[in-house]
C-alpha cells in the first residue's frame, strides 16, 4: 500500500502559532461545548435507519437550488457549524483554509487542492432548512450498534429507537462482515449528500477525491479505528487518503483567516476543469 507523505500536524499545521495538534477536537471542555453537545445529541437520537433512507429519497433528486461551486461556497458565508468544538467562524473561511494548507504540501496534484474547497458544501442542506444535527458532525453507520469511538458514545443514544430493535443493535446489525462501505447506510449529512450531489454532476475528480469526501466526517472509523469489521480491502486501500486529508480539515483551522479574494481565481480555474457552470444542488 502507499504510503501518502503528507508533513506532520505537530510541525506545521499553527497557522497563528497558536494551538497544537493535541488541543483540537477537545470535547470535555471548552466555551463551546454546550452547543456541541446538544447538537450531538439531537443526531444521536434521531439518525435512524429510517431517517437516513427518507433523507435519500428527499434530496437524491437534486432540485433544491442550481448554482456555481463558487456560489455554494459563497452560501457558506452564513454558516458556524454548531458541532464544530475548535471555531467559531463562518465555514467558507475553512473550506479555504483546508484547500491553501494541502495545496502547500501537495503542490502537483490541483484535484486534491479542489477537494479541499468541497469537501464542507454539502452543509449548504442547512440553508435548505435542515437542522444542522442532519447536516454537521462526526458520521457513523446506522443499522448496527455504535461503536465507542463515535462522539459522547455513553450519554447520547438512549433515546435512539435503533438501539433497541434486535435488527440493529449488535455490531454487525443489518450487515455483513466485510461487505464494504459502499454498502453500509451513513448517518445522514453533508459528507453523503456532497458525495451524491459530485456522482450526480458527474465531477471529473479521481475516485480518491470521491472517497475523501464521502468519508471525511467518518471520524470513528479514520481517526478511531473502529467499523473495521465492515470494511472489505478496497476501504482500507482509500484510508490513507481519507487520513491524509484530515490533518488539513482539522489542524489548519485558526483564527487568522484567509484573503478569499487573492484565492479566488486561482480556485475558480480549478472549478472549470473540474466541476465548471451551474451545476444541482
Given at each position: ?31 463551546l461545548l454546550?452547543?456541541v453537545?446538544t ?16 433523507k ?14 463558487m456560489e455554494a461556497v459563497?452560501?457558506?458565508d452564513g ?19 483546508t484547500?491553501?494548507?494541502i495545496?502547500k ?6 484535484w486534491?487542492?479542489?477537494v479541499g ?8 442542506l ?6 444542522q ?5 462526526d ?6 450498534h455504535?461503536?465507542k469511538?463515535?462522539?459522547?458514545w455513553d450519554?447520547?443514544?438512549?433515546d435512539?429507537p435503533?438501539t433497541k ?18 454498502n453500509?447506510?451513513?448517518s445522514?449529512?453533508?459528507?453523503e ?5 459530485m456522482?450526480f454532476?458527474?465531477f471529473?475528480l ?7 469526501i464521502r468519508?471525511?466526517s ?5 481517526t ?5 469489521h465492515?470494511c472489505?480491502?478496497h476501504?482500507?486501500?482509500?484510508l ?7 490533518k488539513?480539515?482539522?489542524y489548519?483551522?485558526?483564527?487568522d483567516?484567509p484573503?478569499?479574494?487573492?484565492l ?5 480555474g480549478?472549478?472549470d476543469?473540474?466541476c465548471?457552470?451551474?451545476?444541482c444542488w
Amino acid at each position: 500500500m502507499k504510503v501518502l507523505m503528507g508533513p506532520d500536524p505537530s510541525q506545521i499545521y499553527r497557522p497563528d502559532g497558536g494551538k497544537n495538534k493535541e488541543d483540537f477536537r477537545n470535547y470535555t471542555s471548552g466555551p463551546l461545548l454546550d452547543r456541541v453537545y446538544t447538537t450531538y445529541k439531537l443526531m444521536h437520537t434521531h439518525q435512524t435507519v429510517d431517517f437516513v433512507r427518507r433523507k435519500h429519497e428527499e434530496f437524491g433528486a437534486f432540485s433544491y437550488k442550481k448554482m456555481s461551486v463558487m456560489e455554494a461556497v459563497e452560501l457558506l458565508d452564513g454558516l458556524v457549524d454548531e458541532s464544530d468544538p475548535d471555531v467559531d467562524f463562518p465555514n467558507s473561511f475553512h473550506a479555504f483554509q483546508t484547500a491553501e494548507g494541502i495545496r502547500k504540501a501537495h503542490p502537483d496534484k490541483d484535484w486534491f487542492h479542489l477537494v479541499g474547497l468541497l469537501h464542507d458544501l454539502g452543509k449548504i442542506l442547512v440553508m435548505a432548512g435542515e437542522p444542522q444535527w442532519s447536516v454537521v458532525g462526526d458520521t457513523f453507520p446506522v443499522g448496527c450498534h455504535p461503536q465507542k469511538s463515535v462522539v459522547f458514545w455513553d450519554s447520547t443514544f438512549q433515546d435512539n429507537p435503533d438501539t433497541k430493535d434486535p435488527r440493529y443493535c449488535t455490531d454487525y446489525g443489518m450487515y455483513e462482515p466485510h461487505c464494504g462501505l459502499e454498502n453500509v447506510l451513513m448517518s445522514w449529512g453533508h459528507d453523503e449528500y456532497m458525495y451524491r450531489m459530485m456522482k450526480f454532476n458527474k465531477f471529473s475528480l479521481p475516485p480518491e477525491a470521491f472517497y475523501m469526501i464521502r468519508f471525511h466526517s467518518f471520524y470513528p472509523w479514520h481517526t478511531g479505528g473502529d467499523y473495521r469489521h465492515l470494511c472489505c480491502p478496497h476501504d482500507l486501500s482509500m484510508l490513507p487518503w481519507v487520513q491524509e486529508f484530515n490533518k488539513f480539515d482539522l489542524y489548519t483551522k485558526s483564527e487568522d483567516l484567509p484573503d478569499v479574494s487573492m484565492l479566488r481565481p486561482y480556485y475558480q480555474g480549478l472549478i472549470d476543469k473540474y466541476c465548471p457552470g451551474v451545476l444541482c444542488w
